[in-house]
T-cell receptor, first 111, second 112 residues
Framework: DVKVTQSSRYLVKRTGEKVFLECVQD?????MFWYRQDPGLGLRLIYF???????EKGDIPEGYSVSREKKERFSLILESASTNQTSMYLC??????????FGQGTRLTVV | SQKIEQNSEALNIQEGKTATLTCNYT??????LQWYRQDPGRGPVFLLL?????KEKRKERLKVTFDTTLKQSLFHITASQPADSATYLC???????????FGKGTKLSVIP
């Protein structure tokens, strides 16, 4: 089975901190994604990557950056965390039939 | 701009009945449509994919239809069970694109 693993289930960070969310997939997928999910707003795409060192902005990239140094790892970086970035963050990789495999999610609270 | 609407935020049905969830879209010509299940506090799990040239897909108690003229997909769960209670998301993808656009989901509750 495909496994997408996010480094933390729950995180609490302070305003202004630099935050790293890590995601690893074990199926050699080329495409990886970061979403955030908020009540009433659904899943919104932050960034995606279609290859190592390649990245594209999604719908809401402001305040975020990403890193993909290895094929299996895709990191989301909050440069300076703010309270409006409190959310559930979901990483996904794309399988050969365009199905998305999601991690278990990281619930980030910025205080 | 693209818009995806899932018919309702919440749907309650009696155990054993067929649950029907709707996904409508505008300003989009998807090459395929997918359905996912999401349990509280978890990531979505892929269920089914249907392509634009397909009318219907089935998998066990699940059935998906895709009407590109009506710009609508229907997702059916037959003989529903309390374990089917979850939020169901539809997602659209375009030809040559790896991005998926998700609906906000419908929370299904199957009452014993």
């Amino acid at each position: 089975d495909v496994k997408v693993t996010q480094s933390s289930r729950y995180l609490v960070k302070r305003t202004g901190e630099k935050v790293f969310l890590e995601c690893v997939q074990d199926m050699d997928h080329e495409n990886m994604f970061w979403y955030r999910q908020d009540p009433g707003l659904g899943l919104r795409l932050i960034y995606f990557s279609y290859d190592v060192k390649m990245k594209e902005k999604g719908d809401i990239p402001e305040g975020y950056s990403v890193s993909r140094e290895k094929k299996e790892r895709f990191s989301l970086i909050l440069e300076s965390a703010s309270t409006n970035q409190t959310s559930m963050y979901l990483c996904a990789s794309l399988g050969p039939h365009t199905e998305a495999f999601f991690g278990q999610g990281t619930r980030l609270t910025v205080v | 701009s693209q818009k995806i609407e899932q018919n309702s935020e919440a749907l309650n049905i009696q155990e054993g009945k067929t649950a029907t969830l709707t996904c409508n879209y505008t300003n989009y010509s998807p090459a395929y449509l997918q359905w996912y299940r999401q349990d509280p506090g978890r990531g979505p799990v892929f269920l089914l994919l249907i392509r634009e040239n397909e009318k219907e897909k089935r998998k066990e108690r699940l059935k998906v239809t895709f009407d590109t003229t009506l710009k609508q997909s229907l997702f059916h769960i037959t003989a529903s069970q309390p374990a089917d209670s979850a939020t169901y998301l539809c997602a659209l993808g375009g030809a040559g694109s790896y991005q998926l656009t998700f609906g906000k989901g419908t929370k299904l509750s199957v009452i014993p």
